[in-house]
């Protein structure tokens, strides 16, 4: 019933919207205690101890590594990162909190300020950060069959919560804000971010107002949403929800709401209602948290060249088109193979073992552009048909391997479309791109008496279309030239076949 | 001393630990004969005393055979075969583990507290576990779900709390030494009450891993024992930095023994601060005088008087009953009856924590739950837990000022001897009162003593001595040159 709500109501309100995200910190241990955090993997129940199951007498000890992480999360989100800070307990009860209260940071938090550079829509944005605070996961419930269990492997599990400022205005924008976060967690290698299994989990908050309102309006909170997909329709149906509820003159209720996936729709969430007072104070079992200058600037040693800037120079240094820098740079191990093929001394020469292939011409420079086109072309449809990324084909495929593959093709040596089925075989095998070739023979035929030969031949044993030919159907042109590619195992060079044909033809009308 | 509820002469449950070790070591007793004669006696008092709430005599005899084992293969220590009994807050492997509380009726600990489990490594032999106000809330161990210890005095009366039964087992000679652990005064005012020492070490001296948790930034463990230099034995096993302790100082531990063996009998020079807050009204005249006649036996030894004040000390009750009430609120959040101990099943998940506490919790803790829930509820938070941190730290300030212009500051534990069971418990301020002369150490975080200083009514008092932070040895020196020249129960049996 909410569904068909005339446009013009969309039109009247401005959405308002700020993203609470929870990111679970790479860890090998849990943020209090040794459990192994690897919930995912283990069966229920099997990664857990006295702190994390809060039983009597456990005490916490924090993990040195999970505070690292988020420095260096805070950091690259430009915060302000407080060397002065402590741990404080939130308490509510709720069978997913072992201890009767989460250890977290509320009036002194890690990180304040910073922000985000996100592009919505081809438009740069800039969404401000509120806060970045440290805190512990809570267990899982499972429902099942009329019961709800607890599984504590998720209990104590590090995260860091990153809050925003009210700054979105669509769920478009939602949506890049949150996969530029993602992005950003994932190349400094803090999260592995990933949404499906619960490494980063949004909550949002959204209101709506009149256009040029200055007030916000009242807020509603839709938590755990655990995809970018969710994010967006979450926001537009609640856009839409709200509006309607304002053009009939009732108030939006300020209320906590759950998005119901199935039915692509919000609804009010129950449980945790009567929990609001979290009654925060500064954890008494761990002192104030204090970092040192000198650890901080470890940290900040540890970071590396951020997207936003890899991508600048990208552009700047190898004259990219900013599309391809932007696919160039989709994860870290894809930016450093790009430079190291660069690098390598085969991306300038072909294999010194190559015999140039023809009077005078040097082996032709594969240039930056080219070296990024066959990364983002050929490279990237291969590792998607293989289900593989960089990272992982990188000891197959060593910079230097497709540096000689580029190079090959850039000085004629294979044609593009012999280049890319090469680069099928190298991934697989490990193998190089000249002894693939050397070995199937692969290389183009261009010698120039060859094809006059075989030109010949195909002009002799094709006279209908010779006489097709002459009489004005240019066509045959094109079936000729396919007969010596195909008498050439489709190893001729194009235009040299063409022009071989040319000129068998006009040797047989001359002769 | 005379008229005190002790084994008599000859038997080996009345040596003190460094007594008892000695004997061992000369070959005259064994590990396993002690540890008999502490198990019988504690069959033949405990049904009145109530001091213990598990008594693990089969483990006990094992562990004696096993010290005695050590000892014949050439190991000694000062605690090595030495029996000795836990208050019932700390986590013993596969030893159920009370609190003192119903609601951890069943609940067996996967793991050993960490002073625990440095006593045994030690080669001390545990007895049991001893009684105490349910989660260590309260001041005469009336609290406790399995109903109060008694004073070995005068059975009528509170052997005081919350380590009660630690105080009284002690007193008993039902153990060598006890552990009890004081966050408010739950050492020392059941010492002094029971005639015993009771010493509280600096916060971060021992660690907390294994203690329930009441106010987590006010707890700290310790020993009470038959005499000063028993406790320094003791202190000296147990102190130390533990890792798992984020709180646990990693600073290194002074030789306590040592300082108590050099202590002589002379004080010259020490500067005893005596502050006037500590003797106004509300101070029984008779508990007065035994302090007052202690501080001249000081005086006599060579120490010179200092007349201090601590002006905020006025507000040190009223301080920590929203500062331990707040941290025991969520401390205590986590007995719900889902994982471990009571539990009162229920279809709904919010009766079925509502009727798991109700019954599980009693009257005192429930009091202190709300208490706190409520000092840190929005919009009273800063007017009650903030305004209390804030006093908390002037508290501290105190002390500092006072400590920069002496080297201890002495006074009375407790401002009465042992009161009747039952005189209290219907009037909760002046049972809070009990603890006016120890709270505020706590607060601050210093380390405190009391040592035996005479009888008053035919009833114990105790002499409390409190000192810098990490200043144990100087706490213990004084106490021990005290005890001697005082010539008190201690020194006559060692
Ligand atoms: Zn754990």
């Known amino acids: 019933m909410q569904a068909a709500h005339p446009p013009s109501d969309l039109d009247a309100f401005e959405l308002v919207v700020g993203l609470e995200t929870h990111v679970q910190l790479v860890t090998a241990s849990k943020m209090f205690c040794a459990c192994a955090a690897d919930a995912d993997l283990a069966a229920p129940n099997t990664r857990t101890c006295p702190v994390c199951l809060g039983l009597p007498g456990a005490l916490p000890v924090p993990n040195a590594h999970a505070v690292a992480l988020a420095v260096r999360a805070a950091l690259a989100l430009g915060c302000t990162v407080h060397a002065h800070t402590r741990f404080e307990r939130k308490s509510y009860h709720y069978p997913d909190l072992p201890k009767g209260y989460q250890i977290s940071q509320y009036t002194r938090p890690l990180g304040t300020g910073g922000g985000l550079d996100v592009d919505v829509e081809g438009r740069a944005g800039h969404v401000r950060l509120e806060r970045l605070h440290i805190e512990e996961d809570t267990a899982r419930l499972v429902h099942a069959a009329g019961e709800t269990r607890v599984d504590f492997n998720r209990a104590g599990i590090p995260l860091v919560e990153i809050v925003t400022r009210p700054d979105l205005r669509s769920p478009d924008a939602a949506a890049a804000y949150v996969e530029t976060l993602r992005h950003l967690l994932r190349w400094i290698g803090v999260s592995t971010a990933a949404m499906a299994s619960g490494a980063l989990r949004v909550d949002v908050n959204c209101s709506l107002r009149r256009f040029g309102d200055p007030a916000l309006g009242t807020k509603v909170e839709i938590k755990n949403l655990n995809s970018i997909a969710a994010v967006r329709a979450a926001l537009a149906y609640e856009r839409r929800r709200q509006a309607a509820c304002l053009a009939r003159g009732e108030a939006v209720a300020h209320e906590t709401r759950g998005w119901d996936e199935a039915a692509g729709r919000t609804t009010p969430q129950r449980g945790k209602e009567h929990a609001h007072d979290y009654r925060y104070f500064p954890e008494p079992d761990l002192p104030p948290l204090v970092l040192p200058e000198a650890w901080l600037t470890e940290q900040r040693a540890a970071l590396p060249e951020l997207p936003a800037a890899r991508r600048g120079r990208l552009v700047a240094a190898h004259g990219l088109r900013p599309e391809d820098a932007r696919l160039l740079t989709r994860d870290r191990a894809t930016a450093d193979y790009f430079e190291a093929v660069l690098a390598t001394d085969g991306a300038t020469r072909a294999d010194p073992e190559a015999t140039p292939p023809g009077p005078g011409a040097g082996p032709a420079p594969a240039p930056a552009t080219s070296v990024a086109a066959w990364i983002t072309g050929p490279l990237f449809a291969a590792l998607y048909a293989r289900g593989l990324d960089v990272a992982a084909v990188r000891n197959h495929l060593p910079p230097a391997h497709l540096a000689a593959l580029v190079a090959l093709v850039a000085s004629g040596v294979v044609t593009a479309n012999v280049g890319k089925r090469v680069l099928g075989e190298m991934i697989d095998t490990g193998s190089r791109a000249r002894d693939i070739v050397d070995r199937d023979g692969l290389a183009q035929v261009d010698d120039a008496a060859d094809l006059r030969r075989i030109a010949e031949g195909v002009v002799a044993a094709n006279p209908k279309a010779v006489a097709d030919y002459r009489a004005g159907k240019t066509a045959s042109l094109g079936f000729l030239i396919g007969g010596v590619m195909k008498a050439t195992h489709a190893q001729a060079n194009p235009d040299a076949a063409r022009r071989a044909v040319v000129e068998a033809l006009e040797r047989s009308a001359g002769g | ?494």
């Open chain 2, 1 to 494: 001393m005379t008229g005190g509820p002790h084994a008599p002469p000859g038997d080996p449950a009345a040596l003190t630990a460094a007594g008892a070790a000695r004997a061992m070591r000369d070959g005259t007793l064994t590990s396993a004969a002690l540890t008999d004669a502490y198990l019988a006696r504690i069959a033949a008092h405990d049904p009145h005393l109530n001091a213990y709430l598990t008594v693990t005599a089969d483990d006990a005899r094992a562990q004696a055979a096993e010290a005695d084992r050590r000892r014949a293969a050439g190991e000694d220590g000062p605690l090595l075969g030495v029996p000795f009994a836990l208050k019932d807050l700390f986590t013993t492997a596969g030893i159920r583990t009370t609190a003192g509380s119903r609601m951890l009726e069943g609940y067996v600990p996967p793991d050993d507290a960490e002073p625990y489990r440095r006593l045994r490594a030690a080669g001390a032999v545990l007895l049991g576990k001893l009684n105490m106000d349910e989660f260590a809330m309260g001041s005469s161990n009336e609290s406790s779900a399995f109903g109060p210890a008694r004073n070995p005095w005068d059975p009528g009366r509170s052997p005081g709390g919350s380590s009660g039964g630690a105080a009284a087992a002690v007193a008993a000679d039902l153990c060598a030494f006890a552990l009890g652990t004081d966050t408010g005064g739950s050492i020392r005012q059941p010492a002094a009450l029971c005639g015993v020492v009771g010493l509280k070490p600096t916060y971060g001296r021992v660690s907390r891993r294994g203690m329930v948790a009441f106010a987590s930034s006010l707890d700290q463990a310790g020993p009470l024992a038959k005499d000063v230099r028993d406790a320094a034995l003791v202190l000296d096993a147990i102190a130390g930095h533990d890792p798992a302790d984020a709180t646990s100082a990693d600073r290194p531990v002074p030789d306590h023994a040592a300082a108590v063996a050099a202590a002589g009998a002379d004080l010259g020079g020490l500067r005893i601060g005596v502050p006037a807050e500590y003797f106004a009204d509300g101070l029984d005249p008779a508990v007065r005088a035994a302090v007052e006649a202690a501080v001249m036996d000081l005086e006599a030894a060579g120490a010179r008087r200092v007349a201090i004040s601590l002006p905020h000390s006025v507000y040190a009750v009223a301080v920590y009953y929203l500062v331990a009430t707040a941290e025991a609120s969520a401390n205590l959040a986590r007995y719900d009856g889902l994982r471990y101990g009571r539990a009162v099943p229920d279809d709904d998940l919010w009766a079925r924590y509502a009727r798991t506490r109700g019954e599980g919790f009693g009257l005192e803790v429930k009091r202190r739950i709300v208490l706190g829930t409520f000092a840190l509820s929005a919009g009273y938070h800063d007017a009650y837990y903030g305004r209390a941190t804030r006093v908390r730290r002037r508290i501290r300030a105190d002390f500092d000022a006072a400590l920069a212009r002496c080297d201890v500051i002495v006074g009375p534990t407790s401002p009465t001897t042992a009161f009747r069971l039952g005189e209290r418990t219907g009037d909760p301020l002046a049972m809070y009162l009990s603890d006016i002369y120890t709270i505020a150490l706590n607060l601050a975080g210093y380390p405190g003593l009391s040592v035996p200083c005479g009888l008053a009514g035919g009833l114990p008092v105790g002499l409390q001595i409190m000192g810098r932070p990490w200043g144990e040895p100087t706490v213990l020196r004084v106490a021990r040159v005290y005890e001697r020249v005082a010539g008190l129960r201690a020194a006559e049996r060692a």
